[in-house]
């Protein structure tokens, strides 16, 4: 099951601890896993507290859970204990270049830097915070202060709206990756590791910074409006079509442009509008401000046409389009796709899990494994890295310091 | 200006190749140059079809692109002439174990990874793609694919409600960074480079797996309903206050919620419909089950209180909660974050940018730096890096090959 012994894959060799919960760690934990990371995720026994996080399969299982940490191996200790946290900082120092790499978001004082660059001065310690004061938070209060909700929905909608894609968490996970294996590369040439602080606040607003956001109500001293499902300064919207379904259409560029017009047969329309409103509609800034007169010139063609007679014209003149697609349609479509298969998952049976989306020198996605039953490598793992007999683990199992696969999943 | 020159950074002396616009290979190549490498972009004479992106600043530069390019060198090549393409190649492929690195999203076939080996075997080229097998594809058109509009937004739309945040974008962005360092990774233990490919669509297409949303819909049969702003799973929403502002508050564990509970004062409230409901408020299910009960029992502690009042009780007894901001709000209040500073950049004066979210070695975030203007460093990179003397440089700026500094930027 576990994809850590193929020697081939970028990260081969390399071995990381991991002592996180809900989506940005273990995310990122995941993902280097999926390029061949031995990932050992610790956890308490019995489980984190996302281990039971929605949804949840009829079988109990949680998908959240098996479709974030698949590929890892799972070790469960008594968090309490003194004992179980000399286990857990004994695996997070063991020795070996390939190893001293701590992926964290606990803010536990006995996982605090300090304490672990003392029994290991070049571990490579990286914390995921809420904020970078220590102050908590998640996904969905950072994204209330990053101002994306008030600019988000339908125009008519007077309140914020909330984005449900838990997209900063994401973000940090793989902001996370990058930052570690930049310490990795770094204490490969200097021998140094050291603590790398990362707060879900910080990703979240440098994001809205860098895309111009910020700037921009700074320069003009004015927030923008909400756009609907608009895109913001070129033209973007979606279309109803025959068949009762929708298509998101997008012309960023003036080729684009072009293109829509030709295959929808609006040249000539255009062409005239051009003139008599003296735009441009080759320059991005024109086709946004006049949006709404473009889109309903445009949404006839749509109207005459199935989705996907719509999506097969759009597609051969090189249109930027997506249908639009619910949960259901898109695990019935993606069935070929290899980067999704069904896998059989702890407490939930046979379901669709992703593989890696990065695909390695011309070969497909690397294909989805199982997530780890809770505890499975509690002994191979302290037996391996830590070199504890059998006896050591009997004693610690009977004493409730360790805890291997619960019976139940 | 550039951060390339700083030997302390985790990324000194990476060399990396550019050849990417708008969000995704951008902000990945911008997130590598703020780790230290030396990220050369390259565009064409007169700028990438991104050049000009909204937001604009009043003076005309694109606050977007600025956002997006923060500490690159810029080089502007001919890029439809074979000499041009020739520079290009060799910067590219130029000899040295920390070069031979490019990011590219062109899809074109003089930057094919075939072509390029030939000159450097052990090139690692990440390209950046829209749809797997080809097909163009941004942000907005995959977003539509992937099934998120459909539950995004108030429960009283009809419609999807696309996301605003190109997050799918972002993403793409920090999972090639990742890809190319695990690569480095795997070159400097085995030699070997390649092409690493990735698409836009994947990246969402495994993230909506990841968060168990395609195992639910496919074990349960059925899609999910919008929710508004209420969190999926939990306990999660937004409240009005008594200044007319909204907060977001989460109770994701039992004891977050425990807090809530008792800094609203509404624990016997609680206990007593836990009886009448035979609930149990302290599992998730049973909060997200009963949140529209749940929701309007907290709602009167908020219309009491200001956002500010409301924030500093809620965060003294450590609930998850977040105010919302606008982006103008956003600017002034993070005036003393030193992850944002107003920093000169091209075409738009002193404007608010962001560093690096890593921070190292309990230091600051890496205090953002300025965008190149256009071309900037096309001598001093060809020079550089190929060794072109000024009378190579002046012959190929005549011929028009290359080109400097954009006079109006």
Redesign the interface.
């Known amino acids: 099951m576990s994809t850590h012994r193929d020697q081939d894959r970028?990260?081969a060799?390399?071995r990381v601890v991991e002592c996180a919960t809900?989506?940005a760690g273990p995310?990122g934990g995941?993902?280097l896993a999926q390029?061949g990371a031995d990932v050992i995720r610790v956890d308490p026994i019995g489980g984190g507290?996302d281990h039971?996080?929605?949804?949840?399969?009829?079988a109990g299982g949680?998908?959240?859970?098996?479709?974030?940490n698949?590929g890892k191996r799972s070790v469960t200790v008594d968090l309490s204990a003194p004992e179980g946290r000399e286990l857990v900082t004994a695996l997070i120092t063991a020795p070996g270049p390939q190893a001293g790499i701590l992926l964290e978001n606990t803010g536990r004082a006995w996982l605090s830097h300090e304490t672990l660059a003392k029994r290991r001065p070049d571990l490579i310690h990286l914390r995921v915070q809420?904020h970078?004061d220590g102050?908590?938070?998640?996904d969905?209060?950072?994204?209330?202060?990053?101002?994306?909700?008030?600019?988000?929905?339908?125009e008519t909608?007077a309140?914020?709206?909330?984005?449900?894609?838990?997209?900063w968490d994401?973000?940090t996970g793989?902001?996370a990756?990058?930052?570690l294996?930049?310490?990795?590369?770094?204490r490969?040439?200097t021998g140094r590791g050291?603590?790398?602080?990362?707060?879900l606040a910080?990703?979240a607003?440098?994001?809205?910074?860098?895309?111009?956001?910020?700037?921009?109500?700074?320069?003009?001293?004015?927030?923008?409006a909400k756009?609907g499902?608009h895109?913001?300064?070129?033209f973007?919207v979606?279309f109803p079509t025959r068949d009762g379904r929708?298509?998101?259409?997008?012309a960023?560029?003036a080729s684009q442009w072009r293109s829509l017009c030709r295959v929808t047969g609006t040249e000539k329309v255009f062409a005239a509008m051009e003139e008599a409103l003296r735009a441009d509609f080759s320059q991005?800034?024109d086709r946004?401000r006049w949006r709404k007169v473009i889109e309903p010139i445009l949404r006839p063609w749509f109207e005459d046409r199935t989705a996907e007679e719509a999506g097969r014209e759009l597609?051969a003149a090189?249109v930027?389009?997506?249908?639009?697609?619910?949960?259901?349609?898109?695990?019935e479509r993606?069935r070929e796709?290899p980067?999704?298969a069904d896998v059989e998952?702890p407490g939930?049976?046979a379901?669709?899990?992703?593989?890696?989306?990065?695909?390695?020198?011309?070969a497909g996605?690397v294909p989805p494994v199982a997530a780890p039953r809770l505890g499975a490598h509690t002994h191979e793992v302290l037996s391996d890295v830590l070199g504890l007999t059998q006896a050591d683990l009997s004693r610690l199992s009977r004493a409730g310091v360790i805890r291997g696969a619960s019976p139940d999943r």
Request: charged share 15%; proline share 8%; glycine share 12%.
């Open positions: 970028p990260l060799g390399l809900f989506v995310s995941m993902a390029l507290p039971r996080r929605w949804p949840v399969a009829p949680s998908l959240y859970w098996n479709g974030l698949k809420g970078a102050r908590p938070a998640v969905y209060t950072v994204n209330a202060a990053t101002g994306v909700p008030g600019v988000t929905g339908p909608t309140v914020p709206v909330n984005h449900v894609l838990p997209a994401l973000l793989m902001t990756t990058t930052g294996l930049a310490a990795l590369h770094r490969q040439r050291g603590l790398i602080e990362l707060a910080d990703v607003l440098a994001s809205v910074a860098n895309l111009g956001w910020l700037a921009e109500a700074q320069t003009t001293g004015r927030d923008r756009q499902n895109l913001y300064g070129s973007g979606d929708r298509v998101m259409v997008v960023l560029t991005d800034a946004y597609g090189r930027l389009w997506g249908p639009y697609r619910t949960f259901t349609e898109v695990v993606e796709n980067l999704i998952q939930a049976g379901v669709a899990s992703a593989g890696s989306p990065l695909r390695w020198s011309g996605p």
